[in-house]
């Protein structure tokens, strides 16, 4: 592993004098986006080709500067995600990347093993990339509801435009409900009302849907037409998927999991009319000395919003199901994901309603591709 980091290193380094040296080349605008266990980068890369824009999607470390050397010139904007696990790993993205734009939706506690100063810290590798935005014409799009986002604004130079639900917001959401039937959310943007329904799981799905109109309406794009294309949006692979297994219905999120995202899915299951709402949590991986407090603390939310059933699987998830025990929840413990599937397979009931959520080292999804096996024949 050592090897392959010091050989990543290099890579990287390779490519920044690259593109160093490749300052006469035609750029195209880039949209730079830091997000926080999200899809905004989906939102915002079909929202810019609304306008009759090509757009490419590039993402994360080592592969976004590999993507852009792809470029192609009737590519007109790129919406390029800038992942991170240390500081300075945005910044040296961002000097290749070169970002016009950027866009920063919270702040939360995933990485946070990585930085010893936890959440400050993480906020500190977040703002990296609206520092590396030009002072005279860049512009910052930020969360205003998030306590270091919504400081991110004060020393930048450039122009910043803030979304979400605070009075400082434009565009700002105004109620947001969520039934069977999607996301609903009610908006204001440039003073203009107006309401949209996501296909997307999760009240946080807002807050990336005003992060990508607002870029929109700054590129121009037609608001209505903006709206359309956020309704159209489906969930990705394991990213919220619905899926129904012996009568149940289950609730694939298992691509990722941090606890700010579990707790905002934990309140989606609870919403749903279901006979039984059963989580399937995995161990959130990269919490650090956090770990074990940030997981009982998902597991008092799961109590708190009156589910069911609460299983752990893995590490730390036995924490997260101790203390959704001891709020006086039915809970167990299991060590794979395969164990979870197999539960499923034995347990599940028509009219159940399953979130099934993860960190990626975890590999959730296995359980749900047991639970949809044949179950083995009884002796």
């Known amino acids: 592993m050592d090897e392959f980091l010091e050989y990543a290193a290099a890579v990287l380094v390779v490519f920044e004098l690259i ?71 945005i910044a040296a993205l961002a000097r290749i990347a070169q ?40 512009i910052a799009f930020l969360n205003c509801d998030d306590a270091f986002v919504s400081q991110f604004g004060r020393d930048f130079g450039g122009r910043v435009v803030y979304f979400g639900a605070g009075p400082c917001a434009d565009p700002q959401i105004l109620s947001v409900t969520e039934d069977l039937a999607g996301l609903h959310i009610r908006y204001r943007a440039r003073d203009e009302e107006g309401s949209l329904t996501l296909q997307l799981l999760g009240a946080h799905n807002a807050l990336n849907a005003m992060a990508g109109l607002a870029v929109a309406l700054e590129a121009g794009v037609d608001r209505n037409a903006a709206a359309a294309a956020l309704e159209s949006l489906t969930p990705g692979d394991k990213r919220g998927q619905i899926l129904e ?71 730390n998830a036995r924490h997260l199901a101790a203390a959704a025990c001891m709020a006086g929840v039915a809970s167990l413990f299991l060590e794979q994901p395969e164990d979870a599937g197999r539960w499923m397979q034995s347990n ?32």
């Not at 093993?113 to 906020?123: H, L, P, V």
Request: charged share 25%.
């Open 245 to 315: 297994i012996r009568g149940a219905t289950i609730l694939n999120d298992s691509y990722n999991s941090n606890p700010e995202a579990l707790r905002s899915m934990i309140r989606t299951l609870a919403a749903r009319p279901a006979q039984r709402r059963i989580l399937i949590a995995g161990e959130m991986l990269e919490l650090g000395e956090q770990g074990p407090d940030l997981h009982a603390e998902c597991g008092k939310a799961a109590a708190e919003a009156g589910l069911d059933l609460v299983i752990g699987v893995r590490g």
């Open 348 to 379: 599940l009931r028509p009219g159940d309603a399953v979130l099934v959520k993860g960190s990626r080292g975890v590999h959730l999804e296995r359980a749900i591709e047991v639970a949809q096996s044949p179950a083995p024949e009884a002796n």
């Open 19 to 89: 593109e160093a040296g490749a300052g006469g080349r035609e750029k195209n605008d880039v949209a730079g986006v830091c997000r926080g266990g999200c899809r905004c980068d989906r939102l915002i890369e079909c929202l810019a080709m609304m306008n009759g824009h090509d757009a490419a999607e590039m993402r994360l470390e080592f592969g976004l500067p590999m993507q852009l050397l792809r470029l192609e010139p009737e590519y007109d904007i790129a919406v390029v995600e800038m992942g991170m696990n240390h500081l300075g790993e």
């Open 99 to 138: 970002p016009d734009w950027g866009v920063v939706t919270n702040v939360g506690t995933a990485h946070a093993e990585n930085f010893t100063d936890g959440q400050i810290g993480i906020a500190r590798a977040k703002f990296e990339l609206v520092a590396a935005l030009p002072a005279a014409t860049g």
